[in-house]
């Protein structure tokens, strides 16, 4: 397990001086990039590997959100690798242990060089001390589209929605698929499955299908084809 202290600031904040739900997503994601710095298994490694570890699937299970200035703890932890796919979970909990947000995800390792799905070498095993999965309700995976939903105004893939692997960043997907929700629509769950990679001058569409306390956006390519499934549940 890893992890590290942070403080809520102004910048990660919405208009209730509330943490986004992007800025905990990339406070997750910035875990897991310091541990594998500072197991010796980060960037560099993967890039003298020709290797990347690419987001298959987001579940995040939102408690409540923090607040500007509460000082927060934020952990990680691998707890499996089977074939070319690795486990991870996330927490973030206040320094007094309350609970705030838990996460499990699913990553797949590509070999850019072969351009084919890649086994872990026995480097990055070694490194991970792989941990007992977080007790939470676990989800699959797999989101199911009912019918073909409502077209909403397209998104062009800017340079700012890029990430170091000159792709669409996870987050920046939820982002856009956020922009379809109601004003006063309150994320408890998300679940987001990542299909396709989107890169700069790509349009994206959503197409939207909701309910009271659900809403699912597919965000497609002109052809029809999901580059992204993000499915938002309200407070129940």
């Not at 919405?14 to 986004?20: E, I, M, P, Q």
């Not at 298959?56 to 934020?74: G, K």
């Not at 995800?105 to 007992?132: C, F, G, I």
Request: one cysteine or more.
């Amino acid at each position: 397990m890893y992890t590290f202290n942070s403080r809520i600031r102004y910048s990660e904040c919405d208009s209730h001086a509330r943490l986004t739900l992007a800025a905990l997503m990339n406070y997750f994601q910035d875990s897991s990039t310091f541990q594998a710095e500072t197991l010796g298994v980060g960037g560099l490694y993967m890039v003298e590997n020709n290797l990347v570890w690419v987001l298959s699937s987001w579940q995040i299970v939102v408690n409540r959100y923090p607040v500007l200035c509460e000082e927060v703890e934020i952990g990680t932890l691998p707890y499996a690798f089977k074939g070319c796919f690795g486990y991870r979970n996330f927490f973030m909990k206040t320094v007094e242990g309350e609970m705030l947000a838990q996460a499990n995800s699913l990553w797949t390792l590509l070999n850019l060089k072969e351009q084919t799905m890649a086994h872990p070498p026995e480097r990055m095993k070694e490194a991970y001390v792989l941990d007992e999965r977080l007790p939470m309700e676990y989800a699959d995976r797999k989101i199911a589209v009912p019918g073909e939903g409502v077209r909403r105004e397209p998104f062009l893939v800017r340079k700012h929605h890029l990430d170091t692997n000159n792709h669409v960043n996870n987050v920046q997907f939820v982002d856009m698929a956020m922009e379809s929700l109601p004003a006063d629509f309150a994320i408890w769950q998300l679940r987001a499955e990542y299909k396709m990679q989107a890169h700069l001058g790509d349009e994206l569409i959503p197409y939207v299908v909701s309910s009271d306390d659900r809403c699912i956006i597919s965000l497609q390519s002109p052809e029809g084809k999901p580059y992204a499934v993000v499915e938002f549940t309200g407070k129940p």
